[in-house]
């Protein structure tokens, strides 16, 4: 399926630490390659319900942060299909997760440890 261009955030989507509940019936489409990510992803800040802390993946493979009290530096990678981050969030290591992306709208849904793990949904902007 071909997707359309949004520009490009976050996930970092990422910080699930931030998590909120995925949500019921949304069509979820899984992003398979790094060119689909950059396309509809990187750049974009993702923030989950009711947090003031918004992450962004640039293009570039760096992530950053905005807002809450603790900056995320780090870097991520596409590999086998999957979103591979690491870093810190302040002095706290952040330690390397791939992850399984789908995206629906504005809405990202991250799925933690290949898939396997804990799943958010972010909002992007």
Not at 27 to 53: C, H, M, N, P, W
Not at 60 to 66: A, F, H, K, R
């Amino acid at each position: 399926m071909k997707f359309t261009h949004i520009a490009l955030t976050a996930v970092v989507l990422t910080v699930s630490a931030c998590a909120t509940t995925p949500a019921e019936n949304v069509a979820y489409e899984r992003i398979t390659t790094k060119e689909q990510y950059i396309e509809l992803v990187a750049g974009r800040a993702a923030k989950s319900k009711g947090s003031d802390f918004s992450s962004t993946a640039l293009a570039d493979g760096t992530l950053t942060s905005t807002g809450g009290s603790k900056k995320l530096s780090g870097t991520w990678t596409w590999e086998e299909g999957y979103f591979c981050r690491e870093g810190t969030i302040g002095s706290e290591p952040l330690e390397r997760d791939c992850q399984v992306i789908e995206i629906a709208g504005d809405s990202l849904k991250v799925n933690r440890n290949r898939g396997e793990g804990e799943s958010v949904i972010l909002k992007l902007k």
